[in-house]
């Protein structure tokens, strides 16, 4: 990973500059991303600044959390285009929300993604 200019907050910042290097193929799909903990001490954050970036790029597809593995790059689909900001996109094709409403949608996400994940993983039986 490259060395960063932050200038607006700072989540934003990181989250943008990471986004543009999975975007331009800098950071190739499959690469493992340094830990939440490398990348706060690596440019002097917070560790929570780095979490919410890192989990705005896991929300739009960016990137994987594997658990006890790491945070890997997804592979992009071609369409996507370094200077397209997904939220103006979503702006533009969906009709405006309530909070209410954003927020069951985020809950009904988060349950999918959460199966998918216990899928992937299965608990064996009879472990204690």
């Known amino acids: 990973m490259k060395a960063y200019t932050l200038k607006k907050p700072l989540a934003r910042s990181l989250y943008e500059n990471i986004r543009e290097e999975i975007v331009t193929r800098s950071i190739k799909p499959g690469t493992r991303l340094p830990s ?19 989990d705005q790029l896991e929300s739009e597809g960016f990137i994987e959390a594997r658990e ?12 996507r285009s370094s200077k397209e900001d997904p939220f103006e996109i979503r702006l533009l094709a969906e ?18 993604r959460d199966r998918r994940i216990s899928v992937q993983s299965p608990r064996h039986a009879g472990a204690a």
């Open 36 to 54: 939440k903990r490398e990348i706060a001490s690596r440019f002097s954050l917070s560790l929570i600044t780095v979490e919410h970036a890192l």
């Open 68 to 79: 006890r593995s790491g945070t890997y790059v997804l592979p992009q689909p071609s369409y």
């Open 95 to 112: 009709e405006p929300l309530s909070a209410s409403e954003i927020a069951a949608k985020r809950l009904r996400q988060t349950a999918q």
